[in-house]
């Protein structure tokens, strides 16, 4: 079975362009999340969907962010415009439960950078 | 003050090395404490997890949690090369808003020479 896949894999934009990441989740799950790590820091949580619906999206730095999950399938999150402590590696996670220990599947991240 | 403090090392270890890995934390909320291992260029994978309090092993890996002082912890005994990778710490509520987001450490990247 496929795990987490994201696309691109890496991504390097001029500040003010517009990148669109996308995340393909474990099919079934209904829970998806996206976390981003900057430089230096540590990986945080940008938000959750369960299904097509927002959960959380307390993580999300700033109105240029907009994640969609059309359909309870794959997510995307874009960025517009972009500015440069954007750039880090995004995460993409999904999971079946979504309580409990309930494991989070990670993709493989798709590095922004912003120059 | 961060809710999870993590080491990041570097760290370098010769082959057979018993390896200690810890995190503090600052949420008495958190209940559930997980070990992911993150090779490069590669997503974080779980290696172990803890409910609460306790010790959990899992073949050459050992998690300890102590609530009481807020201190997890991870056992690698009889390190391998293929151990080479950054260890995170991470944790999580069991209710409310807490329950499914994962707050995570910022990593240890653990070396094993041969």
């Known amino acids: 079975e496929a795990g987490v896949t994201q696309f691109p894999s890496h991504s390097v934009i001029e500040k003010g362009q517009t990148v669109t990441l996308r995340c393909d989740p474990i099919?079934?799950?209904?829970?998806l999340y996206w976390y981003r790590r900057v430089m230096g820091k540590e990986i945080k949580f940008l938000l959750h969907?369960?299904?097509?619906?927002?959960?959380?999206e307390s993580g999300m730095p700033n109105n240029r962010f907009l994640a969609e999950r059309t359909g309870g399938t794959y997510s995307t999150l874009k960025v517009q415009p972009a500015e440069l402590e954007d750039s880090g590696v995004y995460f993409c996670?999904?999971?079946?439960?979504?309580?409990?220990?309930?494991?989070?599947?990670f993709g493989p991240g798709t590095r922004l950078t912003v120059l | 003050q961060k809710e999870v403090e993590q080491d990041p090392g570097p760290l370098s270890v010769p082959e057979g090395a018993i390896v200690s890995l810890n995190c503090t934390y600052s949420?008495?909320?958190?209940?559930?404490f997980m070990w992911y291992r993150q090779y490069s260029r590669k997503g974080p994978e779980l290696l172990m997890y803890?409910?609460?309090?306790g010790n959990k092993e899992d073949g050459r890996f050992t998690a300890q949690v102590d609530k009481s002082s807020k201190y997890i912890s991870l056992f690698i005994r009889d390190s391998q090369p293929s151990d080479s990778a950054t260890y995170l710490c991470?944790?999580?509520?069991?209710?409310?808003?807490?329950?499914?987001?994962?707050?995570f450490g910022k990593g240890t990247l653990l070396t094993v020479n041969p």
């Open positions: 949420n008495s909320a958190f209940q559930y």
């Open positions: 996670a999904s999971s079946h439960e979504g309580y409990g220990i309930d494991e989070q599947f």
């Open positions: 969907f369960v299904k097509e619906s927002k959960q959380d």
């Open positions: 803890t409910y609460s309090s």
């Open positions: 099919s079934g799950h209904d829970n």
């Open positions: 991470a944790m999580k509520g069991r209710s409310g808003g807490s329950n499914y987001k994962l707050t």
